[in-house]
């Protein structure tokens, strides 16, 4: 079955260490996004990708990094200038330019220590 | 800023209709209506979406005011499995033929048994 596939489910880190988390689609989608996702609160834009090797950033892009190589990957890094990276992370996946509808993972929850 | 308005939260009896209102006074004429839930630490869940017309699928039924400043999403028989944060959301275009979901925190809805 077609979906997109998050890892891992749960991961911890230290504090000042950088992440990767992963995210892996094999719907053909063209675009991709990163959420995140604070107790109690809705879902805020980190970064999408409409295409191959490029990215825009969302919201909230400040100590997050994001790479596109390949189409069915979007691999989001959490980095040591994140100041507070402990979250419910989702990665979605769509068809461009007609974007209806979105598909999402699972999600990943980090927690930092 | 936030586009849609909803309430924090509700409660339905099992098998009653679940009606879930959505403000969104600031609708474009070629912005849909999509409405997404999310079960506790799963990622979102796309159930339907609508421009002018009222739309039906075998999850839900959402019907949107003639002026489009408001719509309902409606569970005709809900059962507990429906508990979930509901999003109601409207798909803004991010240029270049692209659109983007925006996530505000939803309505928390409760099946009672």
């Known amino acids: 079955d077609g979906g997109i596939t998050q890892s891992p489910k749960y991961l911890f880190r230290k504090e000042g260490q950088n992440v990767t988390l992963s995210c892996e689609q094999n719907?053909?989608?063209?675009?991709m996004y990163w959420y995140r996702q604070d107790p109690g609160q809705g879902l805020r834009l980190i970064y999408y990708s409409q295409i191959v090797n490029d990215f825009q950033k969302g919201d909230i892009a400040e100590g997050y990094s994001v790479s596109r190589e390949k189409k069915e990957s979007f691999p989001l890094t959490v980095t040591s200038a994140q100041k507070n990276p402990t979250a419910f992370y989702l990665c979605?996946?769509?068809?461009?330019?007609?974007?209806?509808?979105?598909?999402f993972g699972s999600g990943t929850r980090l927690t930092v220590v | 800023d936030a586009k849609t308005t909803q309430p924090t939260s509700m409660d339905c009896a099992e098998g009653r209709a679940a009606n879930l209102p959505c403000n969104h006074s600031t609708i474009s004429g070629n912005e849909y209506v999509y409405w997404y839930r999310q079960i506790h630490s799963q990622g979102p869940q796309y159930i339907i979406h609508g421009l002018k017309n009222n739309e039906t699928n075998e999850m839900a039924s959402l019907i949107i005011t003639e002026d489009r400043k408001s719509s309902t999403l409606i569970l005709p028989h809900a059962t507990l499995r429906d508990t979930a944060v509901y999003y109601c959301i409207v798909l803004a275009y991010s240029g270049a033929g692209s659109y983007q979901l925006t996530f505000g925190k939803g309505t928390k809805l409760s099946v009672i048994p």
């Open positions: 979605a996946s769509s068809i461009f330019p007609r974007n209806y509808g979105y598909t």
């Open positions: 719907l053909n989608h063209d675009a």
